[in-house]
């Protein structure tokens, strides 16, 4: 009769004896050796199984009209799958505030091959949404019959992103056969120089002789001149020609008015006297005789390098009514007629005619750098009631 020999090990469950040859299996307990054999059985067995159905003919051949089994269709994710589901939205209205409906939106994705694009319409309040769009950067493109069409680049959203555009203004197209009515150059002009007499830097200092409108219409005479007047008659103007009074007459820079408020008041007359006319012989006469443009052209997008080089070069640089930059000739004339003026209110002055005018000319040229840099770097961020759609130059593509 076989019996089963179990041993006590302290190395393992099993070893070798060399003396007999013979395997000798060592548990620590019964129940474990049942359960060791039967798993053995049961691979042996399993084993055996598969290599005889790997050998032997398959379902169809031993079956040829029997069903066969029906493996479900592979499932393709399309590129729109969960990335799909960034979104923009936006209101379009015109320059006045006036919502625009069925503004024609359409959004291209960078990158993205031609004909993909997206496309919808604003509702009756001027809203438009895209739903479902793959995160990457996008160009937005509205046109509406009547305006120019408005392009915002540099659009980048990320998967599950919803980006939400400021409002839109629409500028009023310059030459349109859908219109209506056409306007002229000197309308939108217009227009654009009313929205300009309403900008203040914190609500309270005019900012008027700027331009956030870098394809602005070129200004009229009359249009020159209302820019002019309306500015060196702020109460801002008459104020800080005061305090700027009021510092030389301190200091005693211009003794040649004595003394008491009569002194000081003929020194305000011959500040705010050098004043008005230096603004109305530069930003009108000479501006107009040479075609040149009065205002600040701010360029808001760009490096700090080309801003800057940008800002200071306008002080002898002014771009014409052409919409091409020529020497700034009104700046030079019209600080030097100044300062002439100024030089024959001066009473008994010890300073001669040439050296003020001298001085006059560099001091209002480097004033003007000054203002040119406040107006590109810092006015911006300050300024009230510039309208939305005046972003300045557009960045280049």
């Known amino acids: 009769m076989m019996g089963l020999h179990f ?16 395997l000798q299996i060592a548990f620590i307990g019964q129940p474990r050796a049942i359960a060791l054999c039967s798993g053995i059985l049961v691979l042996a067995a399993c084993l055996a199984t598969s290599a005889a159905i790997a050998q032997g003919p398959s379902i169809s051949e031993i079956l040829p009209d029997a069903p066969q089994p029906q493996l ?3 499932q393709h994710t399309s590129p729109a799958g969960p990335e799909a589901h960034s979104r923009i939205s936006g209101v379009v209205s015109d320059i006045q505030g006036g919502l625009i409906p069925g503004a024609h939106v359409v959004a291209e994705r960078a990158g993205a091959p031609a ?14 949404r895209f739903s479902d769009l793959l995160a ?7 046109t509406s019959p009547g305006f120019d069409t408005y392009r915002i680049p540099g659009i980048n959203i990320k998967p599950g992103e919803s980006y939400e555009l400021p409002e839109v203004a ?4 310059r030459t349109t056969a859908d219109a209506t009515v056409t306007l002229t150059e000197q309308q939108i002009a217009e227009v654009e120089l009313n929205d300009e007499l309403h900008q203040r830097v914190l609500g309270v200092l005019p900012n008027y002789y700027t331009s956030y409108i870098w394809d602005a219409a070129p200004l ?12 060196a008659t702020d109460p801002v103007f008459y104020a800080t020609t005061a305090l700027g009074t009021g510092i030389n007459f301190a200091t005693s820079a211009n003794p040649e008015y004595g003394g ?23 930003s009108v006469l000479l501006n107009s005789l040479f075609k040149e443009d009065p205002r600040y052209f701010v360029m808001t997008n760009g490096s700090v390098a080309r801003r800057s080089w940008h800002a200071i070069s306008s002080t002898f640089l002014q771009r014409g009514d052409d919409k091409h930059w020529h020497p700034a000739y009104s700046n030079f004339i019209g600080g030097a007629t100044s300062a002439v003026v100024v030089s024959t209110w001066h009473p008994d002055s010890t300073v001669s005619m040439g050296q003020r005018v001298l001085n006059d000319t ?11 840099l406040a107006r590109e770097f810092l006015f911006r961020h300050l300024a009230r009631h510039v309208p939305t759609y005046a972003k300045g130059k557009p960045p280049e593509e």
């Not at 041993?7 to 040859?21: A, D, I, Q, V, Y």
């Not at 629409?170 to 197209?173: H, N």
């Not at 008491?260 to 530069?282: F, K």
């Open 7 to 22: 041993h006590t090990l302290e190395k393992g469950p099993f070893m070798h004896t060399s003396s007999n040859r013979r």
């Open 72 to 74: 479900p269709a592979p």
């Open 115 to 128: 004909g993909e694009s997206q496309q919808t319409n604003a509702d009756d309040k001027g809203f438009f």
């Open 136 to 142: 990457g950067a996008y160009i937005i493109t509205i």
């Open 170 to 173: 629409l500028p009023i197209a």
């Open 220 to 231: 009229t005479m009359r249009q020159k001149f209302k820019l002019a007047i309306r500015s």
């Open 260 to 282: 008491g408020p009569s002194g000081y008041w003929e020194l305000y007359a011959s500040n705010y006297g050098g004043a008005l006319v230096g603004r109305v012989v530069t």
């Open 362 to 372: 560099v001091l209002d040229l480097g004033g003007e750098a000054i203002r040119n």
